[in-house]
């Protein structure tokens, strides 16, 4: 078939697809409103009380906690969706699968830097091989690895990539609880309690704006893998 022929059967295909559903109707309205909520989450941080020891290096806190919040939701559809394709086959699930592992490595990298600054000022060191900064180190490595199967391993990588999103998946309780388990530098899980009233307002408006961004980036990548795999298939089609 010549290129004529197969891109003209491409646009027929792709045409399938061109009446916007209600999700991309609604698209438009959610991304102005996340847009404007992550604009904003700068100067309700910077009006955030200081921390009466760490001052305004504190201030961190607001971006470093929402990062491990969206990591925790990206890896919860990562290994959900895994799951559901490992079990019961579904394709789109697999491309929840891997939408969820790419925002959680992302989101995880940045909970990994701002904490390493976060360190180097409050405790005087970029980084420490406790329990919880070497489980959350290689549970990116694990995320990376999703990623670079997914890429690169082949004939039924997806399967593979699957457990690894699964096995992810079930580290991050055993992290999360780590510092209450096993001597750290790190505060522990009852931190979030003991802060200052006026300091909630500011955590919750910038988890807020994490999640917004968490769910619009994970919309537009498992649109662009939809998209993907719809192209794959229409190649497969024309070639044959």
């Avoid at 010549?2 to 309205?29: C, D, H, I, K, Y």
């Avoid at 929402?66 to 491309?95: E, K, M, N, Q």
């Amino acid at each position: 078939m010549n290129s004529r022929s197969w891109s003209e059967s491409g646009s027929r295909g792709l045409s399938v697809g061109n009446a916007a559903s209600p999700s991309e109707q609604l698209f438009t309205p959610f991304a102005i409103v996340a847009a404007l909520v992550f604009a904003a989450a700068p100067v309700v941080i910077a009006e955030a009380p200081y921390e009466s020891t760490m001052l305004l290096i504190q201030k961190i806190f607001y971006f470093h906690v929402p990062s491990w919040i969206a990591l925790t939701a990206a890896l919860s559809v990562c290994g959900a969706a895994s799951a559901l394709y490992l079990f019961r086959g579904s394709v789109l699930a697999d491309h929840f699968a891997v939408a969820g592992a790419e925002l959680a490595a992302l989101f995880g990298a940045c909970g990994l830097v701002s904490g390493s600054l976060w360190a180097r000022k409050a405790w005087g060191v970029w980084w420490e091989w406790d329990a919880k900064l070497t489980m959350t180190l290689m549970l990116e490595l694990v995320l990376v690895g999703y990623l670079l199967v997914r890429k690169y391993g082949g004939p039924g990588a997806e399967r593979l990539a699957a457990g690894m999103g699964i096995f992810g998946t079930v580290t991050a309780p055993f992290i999360y609880k780590s510092v209450d388990w096993w001597r750290t530098i790190h505060p522990k899980t009852s931190v979030i309690p003991t802060l200052e009233p006026s300091m909630y307002g500011p955590l919750l408006f910038c988890a807020v704006a994490f999640a917004l961004l968490f769910a619009l980036l994970l919309a537009l990548r498992v649109d662009l893998e939809i998209a993907r795999a719809r192209l794959d298939r229409l190649f497969l089609e024309n070639e044959g």
